[in-house]
């Protein structure tokens, strides 16, 4: 199935639903995107579990879905420096990350597939394309899921 979103659109609502802060439990690294077919809307909300930020933006599609889309992503590396290990932990939104720079490229919209047999949705763009991993929406918590 598939999606259009206006950039724009797309890259406030992702900006107005994100926690900055890392979760140890991974669900709530996560977007909760529902997409309405009858009313044309796109869900995006996050929570952690003390608040619950969401938006709605209009999208283009033929068929409901809702899916938790990666949010936070967190890696650490290790580096040796003058004979020490030292740990380097990163922290990163890839998606809002992307969709920041296809916006200032000038990607006036965004098609948006996904696939909820395999847990995926792919960004495409005019140049290219990005997959992102995602986790089934029964996932999230269930006070939010409404």
Not at 56 to 69: D, H, L, P, R, T
């Amino acid at each position: 199935m598939k999606i259009n979103v206006k950039t724009k659109d797309f890259l406030l609502a992702l900006k107005k639903t994100y926690f900055e802060k890392y979760s140890n439990l991974p669900i709530l690294n996560y977007y909760h995107f529902k997409f309405n077919s009858i009313n044309k809307q796109l869900i995006i909300e996050s929570t952690n579990l003390e608040n619950r930020l969401v938006n709605s933006i209009y999208a283009n599609g033929e068929q409901s879905f809702s899916i938790c889309v990666p949010m936070i992503n967190k890696w650490v590396e290790e580096l040796e420096i003058n004979g020490y290990f030292r740990q380097i932990r990163y922290k990163s939104n890839k998606l809002l990350d992307l969709i920041k720079l296809l916006d200032e490229s000038g990607e006036d919209i965004l098609e948006i597939e996904i696939n909820l047999e395999n847990l995926l949705i792919t960004v495409i763009y005019s140049f290219g394309k990005s997959e992102f991993k995602c986790l089934s929406s029964e996932e999230f918590p269930v006070e939010f899921r409404k």
